[in-house]
C-alpha cells in the first residue's frame, strides 16, 4: 500500500513506463490538504462542477452538479458543502456516498482563464445540516472533507460562452420551475414530492 497523497502502484507502474515519474512526483508535490484563498474564490464563484462516486463494489458513476454562484461553499480550511436541489429521484451520487464517502470532484472554468482544480476527499450527506435552512432549494447537505487539492492541466479546456443561466435554479420567493419530463406521460403518475426548504 503507497503512502502517496495522490497515487497507487497502478499509477506508479505506468508512470515508470512512460518515464514520468518525477514530473507526477513535482506535481504531487503540488497537492495541499487546506483550500488557498484563491482555491476559496474559484469554488464558491463556480456555477457546475463534476462529481465522481462509486458504490460498495466500486462501480463508478459521474454527476454534473450545477447552482447559481456560491451553491459550492467553503466551509473551513479543509471542507466544502455543496446543496442536493429536487431531481429526478434516483440518488446515484448520494446514494452511493451513503455507502462509500469516497469522492472526487473537479472544478472546470470554460469561461475565461481556463483552469481545473480536482478535489479528493471523503463526503457525508445530512437531511439536518444547518446550512440548508440558509440555501434556497436544498432538500439535503453533501459536505467533503478534502484529503487532496491539487491543480489540474488545462491546454484541452475549450473557451466558452455563458448564454443564459438555467431556469431551473432555486431562487429564493420564487416558486420552483419544474422540468417538463415530470409531466411527461411515462413518469407523472410516479413523480416524487418536491421537498420544501425549511426557512
Sequence with gaps: MSD?????DGNFALQEEFASRAVAARLESLARTAFSPTDKEFIESAFYFFLATAD?????DCSFKGGAPGFVRV???????????DGNGMFRSLGNLTVNPAVALIFINMHGNPRRLRILGNARVSRSDPLIAATVGAQMMVRVTARAIFPNCPRNI?????VEASPFIPKWGEEPVEPAWKDAEEYRDVVHPRQKTPR
Design 158 to 162: 475549450p473557451k466558452m460562452q455563458l
Design 75 to 85: 466551509t473551513a480550511p479543509d471542507e466544502l458543502a455543496f446543496p442536493d436541489y
Design 4 to 8: 502517496s497523497l495522490l497515487y497507487h
Design 56 to 60: 460498495r463494489e466500486g462501480r463508478p
